[in-house]
């Protein structure tokens, strides 16, 4: 369900801020005029253990009630990404980016994949320019953390309607390896898409069964976009790296001339961000469940 998706968010969000929660939940329309510690932990076990059900409208009204409250704890600079994830979620694009550039501004360090989620709302208000910025810092902000820990080697392509990365990983993950990627990245407005060669255990083990042989590895080629994932095809002995990579800059380099843009949303319902930003934008150490496939 989607409102345990963005749970999932907004806890991790606050074991990065490096903030323990305790038990108990204050309204915060009554709180004290002066803010404390305790009134910093009531609002982080709010969010880590909701008394009701953790929807993204309850995210946000308990993010932006302690914002009001507490506008001077340096809390709330997490609180406003709370806020802005949840409002994403609950298809308010306006005081998604309101929040952004809050937390921003309060100080704020975002991840590329909270980058991503930004440059998709400022689009869904009209910000093309800023939104491609976003995009881009996104991305860029990917390989700086891949070249920082040596994890891959990294090379670009200027092709016609942007810019293809490769990367390929130097330390992959033991069962889970992805062991090359490729992303797409358009020079105007438009969203990301990206190929990645890795493991698919659950596959070989699924094929084992079926066939009644052992099936000790079995390596994928994945095409990945903001709104789709779709096997290309099984990566044989016979085929080489080389041949993958001319295949895979060349499938990607056509996306460019046609790439996805944002999609419109009804009014209310979940505003259509990257679900497969982690897979898109792999880094070691980071595993998706739904690659073990």
């Known amino acids: 369900m989607a409102y345990s998706r963005f749970?999932?968010?907004?806890v991790s969000a606050l074991i990065a801020s490096g903030i323990s929660a305790l038990i108990g939940l204050a309204p915060y329309a009554d709180a004290e005029p002066a803010c404390g510690l305790a009134d910093a932990t009531r609002y982080q076990n709010a969010i880590a253990a909701?008394?009701?059900?953790?929807?993204?409208?309850?995210?946000?009204?308990?993010?932006?009630?302690?914002i009001a409250a507490c506008p001077d704890r340096f809390e709330v600079r997490d609180a406003h990404l709370v806020a802005a994830r949840a409002a994403l979620d609950s298809g308010r694009a306006d005081v998604s980016a309101?929040?952004?550039?809050?937390?921003?501004?309060?100080?704020?360090?975002?991840?590329?994949?909270?980058?991503m989620d930004?440059?998709?709302?400022?689009?869904?208000?009209?910000?093309?320019?800023?939104?491609?910025?976003?995009?881009?810092l996104a991305v860029s902000g990917w390989l700086a953390s891949l070249d920082a820990t040596?994890?891959?080697?990294?090379?670009?392509?200027?092709?016609?309607?942007?810019?293809?990365y490769s990367v390929r990983y130097t330390h992959p993950d033991p069962g889970l390896a992805?062991?090359?990627?490729?992303?797409?990245?358009?020079?105007?407005?438009?969203?990301p898409s990206s190929i990645l060669i890795r493991n698919a255990p659950q596959r070989a083990a699924w094929r084992s069964l079926r066939e009644?042989?052992?099936?000790?590895?079995?390596?994928?080629?994945?095409?990945?976009s903001c709104r789709s994932a779709a096997l290309l095809g099984e990566v044989t002995d016979d085929i080489s790296l080389e041949d993958i990579d001319r295949g895979a800059i060349s499938e990607l380099a056509a996306y460019l001339g046609d790439p996805d843009t944002l999609l419109s949303t009804d009014k209310g319902e979940p505003i259509a961000a990257c679900f497969s930003l982690n897979r898109m934008m792999h880094v070691p150490g980071q595993s998706d469940p739904s690659m073990l496939r």
């Open 150 to 164: 040596d994890a891959a080697k990294l090379a670009s392509y200027k092709v016609s309607g942007g810019t293809i």
């Open 50 to 66: 909701p008394t009701e059900e953790g929807s993204p409208a309850y995210f946000l009204r308990t993010a932006e009630a302690f």
């Open 7 to 10: 749970a999932l968010k907004a």
């Open 98 to 115: 309101f929040h952004y550039d809050a937390a921003l501004a309060a100080g704020a360090q975002l991840s590329p994949s909270a980058r």
């Open 212 to 224: 009644g042989t052992d099936v000790a590895e079995l390596i994928v080629a994945e095409r990945l």
């Open 118 to 136: 930004q440059a998709v709302v400022l689009m869904a208000t009209g910000e093309q320019a800023r939104g491609r910025e976003a995009r881009n």
């Open 178 to 191: 992805v062991t090359a990627l490729w992303m797409a990245v358009p020079t105007g407005t438009g969203l």
